[in-house]
């Protein structure tokens, strides 16, 4: 019997709301991401994007609301909170690499400590996708050793090791200098061609063009309009979209 079509959504998020403080930072935000689907989150500084993102795997908690992966609630604290998270890969602006491991090292580490991979294969794999990623030739390197660009590659490379459901990256490319962007913003095409589901956030019209299915502006704290790239960006419809892209393009 083939297995039955699965409808259900990767990411369910349903009327979430996050404070810090009295500051409403998240107001009823309600989204879905199917597998294989690459969303784009864009929307002016203080918006509201990285506390999206964070919330997702729990970095920060949420005051109401629920969001879902893979159809489970995600727990509050615990072994099943490590579990999830592992689920979901996450790419910061800043590298976040540790400075005192090696590449290699950086890349092995949450296999073997979480997930009990023996050093041997966990080395092997690693190998694999710092090559898929272009920066296998710098395994042993410490990652100040290495361009951003190639550590941010690093950073992908290593949230792959976990074998994610979805990737979360949090403006990947604003750091680096402008002859790197390419080379991250390649590897995230590919990752998105592989099928990989993803919430990209970036203003980076390129990548929203060649690989995101959805557009999803963000403005004071709220999903104010969603869309498909070529429509987001050639008719955005709200006001706040309109004066944002005057600013961007
Ligand atoms: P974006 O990523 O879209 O720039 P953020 O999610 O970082 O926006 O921030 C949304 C709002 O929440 C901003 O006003 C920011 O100052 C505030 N904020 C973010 N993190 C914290 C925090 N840890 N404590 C207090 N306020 C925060
Ligand atoms: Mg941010």
Same mark, same amino acid.
């Given at each position: 019997m083939p297995e039955a079509p699965t409808t259900r959504p990767l990411v369910e998020i349903r009327g979430v709301n996050k404070y810090f403080g009295s500051h409403?930072?998240? /107001?009823d935000i309600d989204l879905d991401v199917a597998k294989g689907e690459v969303v784009i989150v864009i929307g002016p500084? $203080?918006? $509201?994007k990285s506390t999206l993102c964070r919330s997702i795997n729990r970095l920060e908690t949420i005051d109401s609301g629920e969001i879902l992966i893979d159809g489970v609630r995600l727990p509050e604290e615990g072994r099943q909170l490590a579990a999830l998270r592992s689920d979901v890969g996450m790419v910061f602006q %800043? !590298? &976040?690499? !540790?400075?005192?491991?090696?590449v290699l090292e950086n890349v092995t580490l949450a296999p073997i /400590?979480?997930?009990?991979? =023996?050093k041997a294969e966990a080395n092997k794999r690693a190998m694999e996708l710092l090559t898929r990623v272009g920066v296998?030739?710098? %395994? &042993?390197?410490? =990652?100040?050793?290495?361009s951003g660009g190639q550590q941010q590659r690093v950073a992908i490379a290593r949230s792959l090791a976990m074998d994610p459901k979805l990737i979360l990256l949090d403006e =990947?490319?604003?750091?680096?200098d402008p002859e790197m962007i390419n080379e991250v913003l390649d590897v995230m095409v590919e990752l998105a061609q592989d099928g990989m589901t993803m919430v990209v956030v970036t203003h980076e019209m390129g990548f929203a063009r060649k690989a995101a299915d959805r557009v999803v502006f963000m403005a004071d704290g709220a999903i104010v309009e969603e869309a498909a790239p070529e429509e987001f960006f050639?008719?955005?419809?709200s006001d706040r979209a309109k004066d944002f892209l005057s600013k961007i393009l």
């Open positions: 409403h930072v998240l /107001k500084s $203080g918006s $509201g %800043a !590298f &976040n690499l !540790f400075a005192h491991k090696t /400590k979480v997930r009990r991979i =023996p296998a030739d710098h %395994a &042993n390197k410490l =990652p100040a050793q290495l =990947p490319t604003s750091a680096l050639s008719h955005p419809k």
